[in-house]
């Protein structure tokens, strides 16, 4: 079966085919790119509010019912519609990374509370703005943290992120990886890890939370490796005395080709259940791909299609800069026509407008003839996606909107 022709691989109950013309959150594609324009991200509430349901559903039938937190990592999209209808529903909390993070947080009416911060590479004048905000609770990525952190709050209580030396992503992408062989910037080692429970005793902190994060995308492949990062972090985990809460950190994927399938939740639920289920630890899980990558469209207006040697090109109103991911982590963006019904497909290069090289967005995709059509959809552009956008060649405008 050839892309978008009958059932594509990526049709759902909202986001599929009616009468040959898309249709997402219940609405007309075509129409929303006709009011809004381009390029334009759109969120659909009722999908971020289904995906935190679904990871709720699986969690609470295990033994890490009542004892799991469901964290927003709020790198992952912070358009305020979004973070004020996330704190309305009470189904989240946030995951920040930034002092401006947190004070948007704030601003959209969560509690310091609420929020769990993990950062690195940070200055005194971030510790000190942190430090203003009563009730957060901080993870300590390095010595340095551990440090600065208990200068300012003495006696008060912490985490600590380790970094257990593997990395797991979509496909083996090391791009994507935030531990693993090479040695990276991201928490403490073992080697480190008896001094940096010394620093946090001079300052008289408790440790009170093992935090990590070692990839991005993952899925059920990926599954097995996973539950080997999960057992190394025992060690860790054993070495605290006064633990009371565990962050395994986001990394849950989404589908981003045909050969992918969706992350088996239940099975990934079972691997954590069966590590933590007999103990009292609080389970903290910060996803922000799997809330809300596949809640988003990015739609864009298409500028002109012609032939170069033996590849039509298709060419777009907006470039890679105001989404990277596909540029930066081969992370592909599944580029979706509006309306079927013309038929007679045909493969092109999708390319942006900025004058890089790898502003390509997809190559040799099969679409139907689009000589007559105005806009093209990118699916999997909820996450990731507008909050590292750049104005590269001073083409970073776009709109966003969400459907309620």
């Not at 594509?8 to 997402?24: I, P, V």
């Not at 062989?181 to 008289?204: C, M, P, S």
């Not at 996973?226 to 860790?236: K, N, V």
């Not at 289920?277 to 910060?286: F, M, N, R, T």
Request: aromatic share 12%; proline share 4%; hydrophobic share 40%.
């Amino acid at each position: 079966m050839s892309l978008n022709e009958s059932s594509a691989w990526w049709e759902r109950e909202d986001l599929s085919y009616h009468n040959g013309e898309l249709y997402f959150a219940g609405r007309s594609v075509k129409n929303l790119a006709y009011q809004f324009g381009s390029p334009s991200f759109v969120y659909s509430f009722d999908r971020v509010k289904a995906n935190l349901h679904r990871l709720h559903t699986c969690l609470n039938a295990t033994d890490l019912a009542g004892r799991f937190t469901i964290l927003f990592a709020m790198k992952a999209n912070r358009f305020p519609p979004l973070l004020a209808n996330l704190k309305q529903i009470q189904l989240c909390g946030i995951d920040a990374c930034s002092p401006n993070e947190v004070e948007l947080a704030v601003s959209c009416g969560f509690n310091p509370k609420d929020i769990s911060f993990t950062a690195g590479s940070l200055s005194e004048k971030d510790f000190l703005t942190l430090s203003r905000y009563d009730g957060l609770f901080f993870d300590c990525d390095s010595l340095h943290s551990i440090h600065n952190w208990g200068k300012l709050k003495p006696g008060t209580e912490i985490g600590i992120r380790i970094n257990p030396g593997m990395g797991i992503s979509r496909a083996s992408n090391e791009k994507l990886q935030y531990s693993g062989n090479r040695v990276t910037k991201f928490g403490i080692y073992q080697e480190q890890f008896a001094e940096a429970l010394n620093v946090a005793k001079e300052y008289d902190l408790t440790v009170s939370k093992i935090h990590f994060h070692t990839g991005c995308g993952y899925l059920t492949p990926q599954l097995d490796y996973w539950e080997s990062i999960l057992e190394s972090c025992q060690w860790f985990i054993s070495r605290c005395k006064n633990l009371s809460r565990v962050n395994i950190g986001g990394g849950l994927g989404v589908p981003h080709t045909s050969t992918d399938k969706p992350l088996d939740l239940n099975k990934w639920a079972s691997i954590l259940n069966k590590h933590f289920g007999a103990s009292q630890l609080h389970i903290e899980v910060e996803p922000g791909d799997y809330i809300l990558k596949d809640a988003g469209l990015l739609l864009l207006g298409i500028t002109y299609i012609e032939q170069k040697k033996d590849k039509l090109f298709l060419g777009l109103d907006a470039g890679f800069n105001i989404a990277p991911e596909p540029a930066f982590y081969n992370l592909p963006f599944q580029p979706v026509c509006l309306d079927v019904s013309n038929g007679g497909f045909t493969s092109y290069n999708i390319a942006g407008n900025i004058n890089e090289a790898l502003d390509i967005w997809y190559e040799d995709v099969r679409l139907p003839n689009m000589r007559d059509q105005k806009h093209l959809a990118l699916i999997n552009a909820g996450a990731y996606s507008s909050s590292m956008a750049s104005n590269h060649c001073m083409r970073g405008s776009f709109k966003e909107f969400l459907l309620i």
